[in-house]
């Protein structure tokens, strides 16, 4: 990272919108923010309409006032551009400037990112206000960061993103007679004669190549923004790292390991659900982390409900603390809030915040954001340690769609399957990097694969000589099906890796809700079970539903079978030996007992074996590390007390780093609470 | 009122739609409606295609007819501007004319009300028509009333719209840097630096402070075009009263409030659901009654059942009698319905009316209403009285949408909150009315306010002073969030009288439906139980979902508490004596028993009791007084007889008004029947 | 038929798209075919693009020599005009070509039946490719028959389909006044003064008889378009057959009863549900056959899943020879699949196929569809034998919709009635036609007419004249409530034929889910029902639902009565002797078992017996016969294997022609197996 300033301590801080808010509100909340323990404010997020109300005509009043006032305080500043939120007079300038949605309508400007995000107008003014932004604060003190943007998802579908959209094929298929063969646009007949012939998908999903390539120009038309923006400041301000907030896995609109590498550091807004919140954002902590193999910035969660979700509970009390920790214990080395002061008006206007509208800081959960960011000056020791995960789950974010446009049953979901995969490693407190398909696999013992649905050209290579070259790799149903354009090769399922597999995939059978099969394990000896500490619970059948395959040997052993329907006696689960390393198939949709015996098991014959298996269900172990120091983090999920037996962590000897005393023995972590350890040396 | 017409008898009626109809079937039509009993009939709601076929061509001669008929035949009149219904030949002129739909689609004219309103060439034609019908019509000796438009919630989002709410809100916030700050558009550079920068919010809600006061300009545009209509018509027949037909409160489109003062009499069409249909029209009676403080007009109703509910069951014998004499003993002097004669194409084909496709008048169904019809013309007496209630419920109509918008749960809901606190208090017969916050509150002993999300400007002031003279006041959770705008106030809840309830609101928590509580009471020592008829049958504790409060106690006392979660011990419901008065805060949405018991405990210390407590369950009482005079009636919403004591009733003697018989001792009344009592004098 | 080629051999075969393979791939997959015992290949059902890939330069090779390579091979072509799928070039050169969906919004060209099919530029192209086609392949000696366009069920609300609809309009009314009159426009003031205040019904059903003659339009618009084909095929060709695949019933966009006269054999694609097929697919047949009481092709089915249902399971073992099989029971002379190879991309690539993506024909599906077609190759002399039905089910398609916008219950479907009464024929094995209501009725001694909403001028005559030569009608509730415009007649429900039955109808009731009623017998003996096989099973009283109706004998007699509600001892069933014929109407929804009684007793009086009443359930039974000549089919669609007796089938003495065995006392049939059985002669 370019900066020292933001290495030397945990940022704690929050989005302000001093456009919201009068002077003596400033000043009131500067005051909070020195008590909360605030060290960094994000600043300017969607501030463009205060500071350039009339086109070329610039107010940095206020804004040149929070910055003076924070410096003084000694309150680092992460700067926006805000461009998530053009002003008024643009659209009215060029009403094209707004977007147009997948049903072909153009919206009003009543919210923010209404604008196309290829249109010229947009990309001129954001240049000319990043350039503003970085000359007039470039050299602050207290400028730790620029923020580019705000969750930049956006999707368009106007004549402008058509025009675009046409040259970026261009670009990627050179010719349209190479597009039509790409994506088979022979049948139907709708292969193109004339670029001009191609428009945007309007009106939903219609053609999955044509849509699966929209949704990557997409992708790149807002990562253009943002590259945009970074060219003009890192002229002004080299030494400044660029970080832009991404949003959650959920929404598609970034592919995030494309836009990675042009940024400093990852950063991301963490909304989690209110139950089994901890396995959804320890998955996306390992994903965001492993985009650079780095400490990130949690740049956004709420102090307690947000507002948009179905239901809004309150963060009940030690859980907003629980999941800040969670975040620092799998690499964040930032706790950022949206937002400092609650809203009054606009639909967010429910958020919490720190500070919120009707007892300001007098309440329990501006208590515990003073508590937590007190505690965290203690943790500068973390900052820099790593993660160190020799096991991965590889994942693409376009199948969050693109399995969904594909799928010929309605309980098929990438990212539900997935999390079946991902959990028993979670709760084995296995470290896991969370990598796409196309990146350096061969640090890893263990890699899982649940339904790599596409592979992209490079990936069968990738995970061929993986294995080849000695790693496990663990995959599931439905993978392999298409190259990267979603269409089939010739052979079909898995073929340009089947030989990996050693089997023949002859039928997907999508089954029907009150349809299932069963399972059993055969011939388990090549996995050494000794070793696993689950064999003792195991049952001996296991349910499968929502999908079945046949499928032939063709090398591979089968280690488990199924009981049932036509396929009965065919292998469900296969093994097959390549190269150093071995391969396994999972052709169904087994329960969630089945997935983690087989994980545990394959990791226990890499010797990846779980962290401290003594400890109880529901408590999360990490480990961060460095050349000689090692840091562990126990954290109680539980709504209860939990005890724990020092003698069950690792390592000899632990300090805890909050009270800063040696622990030894039995200790009491309280309900939704967290004990941070330092390895004492020697 | 206007005209002694209306008052010389109970209104038994019908729609009446002559351009559906040759002469000899409106022949026909006339002596059935003798046979019915019916005196009144409305004219000409949908029939401008009729009189007017062609621009400034117009065609009465069938109008004519009627109305000659309906006079000869002793028939009164309530003539219809037919303006809900424009013809072809205005869309065909100006195809802008046609409504732009929410999605900013413009319709197609295959359905009535598809104009826009704002429209500058239907305002002038509904000028047209309405002085050309007064003109016409005004002197006619049967013409008992006007009736301009039909249900009219229109809601058009259209370019002329646009300039129009432009002008509105001009007119209303004068700068638009007013307008800014009202709605805090600050946020997210919505900020508009010109007015033409607003457009209408299109594609749903997407600003809340803008589709708040777009609603109000919708509800305005439609009042506009009611104004301009009986600008014309007052002008020509000063003596004849005008009314609109409003719509049931389940759709927005007039704010009946402020309507309400430009009518000389309140009418509203009732379609009740089949299953707990009593309770749906009893809140919606005494809504519209309490608009002016009236007398009101059923002035549409089903005879049996209708044909745009999921299910559409035939109302069940006497149902429909019971329904209508419901209406009569809240406050309706008239019972109409649509239509007399069913139509016999389009989309309303199947909904019921008087005369049916098949069999006519030779069925149940027209035997019913002629027996209704005959019996009405004995309730002469009853016209004009009053129901005096000592009890109001606050309900904003706004607020069926707008706590919608900003709902952070699923499950809360205005309008199912509103119908858990009023139907305690209809259960137990005590008399309501259903006003405005803003309306004066000075006349009623207890006010109840179930989730008063927004304080308009006022409202507060109106709330405080209401308590300060000695009202005893019950508001809900989810109350006095936001100002007229949607804009929470520095303060955050209740906060501009807090003090009235003693109380400091800290955090709202939207439960997920998996989750609840419970409440018990405690010290309602300050409540004399011993007057409270349902003590005996009190469990002790309350179960509570879909929402939570934490609050602190700031010269409340706690008067029940919550016994789970993290907000155990603390207070759930609360009480605190404020001036003369006492202000009632509920925290938590408690099971439907907690609510009566805790209304009926107010009422109880008010001094305000249910009417004949021995009567059973399911038989509705309502007083109708005036000087000297009082009519009870009885309604049993039991599908089988039941039997009643007189002695439970008030007053000394009473006398049996279809009957003209005294009564004593037990009296039954049949399933679904009504017994009308007359008070005797001395 | 036109040619005998088609009659010579029961056609088995597939869709071929050599637009989408190179020639390495189609001179394998022509091995295949041999393999496969495919006799008949469909081409160019999509191919436009390759074959004239821009406006005017045709390219014919692969074409050619995918001609010339079945040529070889002896195998026949069904050879498609590939209207359904306009190339790209088309629509660039008038995008007003592409079709407006219902919302009024234009579609991009992603998809095939992009196009307007009023569209001038597409009738000149399908007319000059048509042409084109004829000319250069209309001698082949192999060419068996003309396939016009896909499925072809567009729908298209643009400008160009509005002016086409008022032509059609001033064809069918001749002036407005009467289209005002006949769709009953005076209401609602929607009368129109000028066509050309006509325009498409956008925006969904807004008024039923606008829709319904919209409707109508387009399936007119779409026959257009293959009139048009025709006309320049039969100028070239005119010894070659011509067809159009159906699709299945559940789409409205092909009125078949007024194709049918213009097609030489019918064809259909069957695409069945996994759950309950035999009886859909069963009534599909029937539906065909009738069209033309003919034999018919079945043109597609999928050898195994579909892709674009919520759930897609394989097929399992059997289940695809037992459907076709089923088809070929029931009249099909031919068993075609989409597709040959299954493509590899877009929207269909995991639609099953001959030719899968992975194992190809190394699998057991492939093995499955061999094995079949060898076994067709047996089944020669069942060629033109027909289905002898002395039982008809009235069935028109226009009212899958026109019920669903009139209807008053949710729970009221079309649909699902008819099948409720058709189940019952098909368990008996009862020979079945599905007719349309104007057909001639004459030749049938049972007609049963489900919920026939719609009385279209000239039904109620045909009914009427039907029943009194002696037929026996069986009517169900919601029926003759309208005429052919959706416009109620004075008189209503039932009105021009209520004497035919001898009641009136007083009342309908749509019950909501919690309601129900119960009927039970009365005065049965006028069915003799010792007949009946089914009497010993009786239950008593029966369960209704969803609807009931107020029935008054006006002659008829009760045979069944309501037990329950208001109606309770009122008539649920009459039966009226009229004429020579006897008249039942069923006024409520009675549970299944109700209706098979009522159905099997009405046939049994007519004489019209189960076919082998011993048979198990589950077992379908049909017999095709000619002069001389009798073929039975016998289908087992259970899981596991059944046994039947011989003694139980008809006739003397029968061969299994599969096996070319006589068979004797009891025989298995397997799972999804079927035997096939020739009546020896004398």
Chains 1, 2, 3 share one sequence.
């Not at 300033?5 to 919201?20: F, H, M, T």
């Not at 089994?276 to 709420?302: C, G, I, N, T």
């Not at 509208?357 to 515990?368: A, I, K, L, Q």
Request: glycine share 6%.
């Amino acid at each position: 990272m370019k900066s020292k300033k933001l290495q030397s301590q945990v940022l704690y801080g929050a989005d302000y919108n001093p456009e919201q808010w009068p002077i003596e509100v400033i000043e009131r909340d500067v005051v909070l923010m020195k008590e909360a323990g605030i060290n960094a404010v994000t600043l300017n997020v969607f501030g463009w309409g205060m500071i350039e109300p009339v086109e070329n005509c610039y107010d940095f009043n206020k804004l040149d006032y929070v910055f003076d006032l924070l410096e003084h305080n000694g309150i680092g500043v992460v700067l926006a551009t805000p461009t998530a939120a053009p002003p008024s007079w643009m659209f009215q300038k060029d009403p094209t400037m707004l977007k147009v949605n997948e049903n072909g309508q153009r919206v009003e400007h009543w919210s923010r990112q209404a604008y196309c995000p290829n249109h010229s107008l947009y990309r001129e003014n954001i240049r000319n206000m990043a350039r503003v932004l970085a000359e007039r604060y470039g050299k602050r003190s207290n400028l730790l960061l620029w923020h580019i943007n705000n969750e930049c998802i956006l999707h368009c579908y106007c004549d402008c993103c058509a025009a675009e959209f046409r040259t970026w094929l261009r670009n990627k298929y050179e010719t349209f007679e190479r597009l039509n063969d790409s994506w088979q646009l022979q049948q139907w007949s709708l292969a193109k004669t004339d670029w001009e012939q191609i428009r945007p998908p309007i009106g939903g999903m219609t053609h999955t190549s044509a849509s699966l390539d929209y949704q990557r120009f997409m992708s790149d038309s807002n990562m253009q923004g943002f590259l945009a923006e970074k060219e003009e400041i890192i002229r002004i301000t080299p030494d400044i790292p660029i970080t832009t907030n991404f949003y959650s896995i959920d929404f598609l609109g970034q592919i995030h390991h494309q836009w990675a590498p042009h940024l400093d550091v990852i950063s991301w807004d963490s909304y989690p659900p209110h139950r089994d919140y901890a396995v959804w954002a320890a998955f996306q902590h390992d994903y965001f982390r492993s985009l650079k193999q780095a400490p990130f910035l949690l740049m956004e969660q709420a102090s307690s409900n947000v507002n948009w979700k179905p239901y809004n509970p309150a963060k009940r009390p030690g859980m907003m603390s629980l999941q800040s920790y969670q975040a620092v214990a799998r690499g964040a080395e930032a706790i950022m809030y949206f937002q400092f002061r609650q809203s009054r008006g606009g639909v967010e206007k429910y958020h919490s915040s720190l500070v919120s509208h009707g007892t300001e800081s007098d309440n329990r959960v501006f208590r515990e954001i003073s508590k937590l960011g007190h505690e965290l000056e203690k943790l500068d020791k973390v900052l820099q340690t790593r993660i160190h995960a020799r096991v991965a789950v590889l994942f693409d974010i376009t199948l969050m769609w693109l399995v969904n446009w594909n799928k010929t049953s309605q309980d098929i979901d990438y990212r539900s399957t997935v999390t079946a995969f991902y959990r028993p490693l979670y709760e084995a407190n296995i470290a896991v990097d969370i990598v796409h398909p196309l990146e350096d696999l061969s640090g890893y013992d263990v890699i899982v694969a649940p339904m790599l649905y596409m592979f992209e050209e490079g990936v069968p290579d990738n995970l061929r000589s993986y294995v080849e070259q000695g790693g496990k790799l663990v995959m599931s149903y439905n993978s392999g099906m298409v190259n990267g354009c979603d269409v089939v090769e010739y052979g079909g399922f898995l073929r340009p890796i089947d030989d990996v597999f050693g089997i023949i995939v002859e039928e997907a059978d999508a089954l029907e809700p009150n349809m299932s099969n069963r399972i059993e394990w055969r011939g388990k000896s090549h996995i050494d079970s000794s070793k696993s500490s689950t064999s003792s619970t195991r049952s001996e059948i296991y349910r499968t539903d929502k999908w079945g395959e046949v499928v032939r040997l063709n090398g591979a052993e089968a280690i488990a079978v199924y009981l049932e329907d036509y396929y009965a006696g065919q292998p469900a689960v296969t093994r097959n030996g390549y190269g150093q390393g071995e391969a396994y198939y999972v052709s169904a949709h087994p329960e969630d007992s089945f997935i983690r015996e087989l994980l545990l098991d394959v990791c226990s014959t890499a010797e990846v074996e779980p962290l401290c298996p003594k400890a109880p269900k529901g408590v999360e172990i990490t480990i961060r590390e460095d050349e000689g120091q090692r840091f562990m983090f126990v954290l109680n999920h539980h709504a209860a007390p939990i005890e724990i037996d020092v003698g069950w962590l690792e390592g000899a000897a632990w300090k805890d780093m909050l009270q800063q005393t040696s622990i030894s023995g039995k200790v009491t972590i309280d309900a939704y609470s967290t004990l941070i350890l330092e390895e004492e040396q020697g």
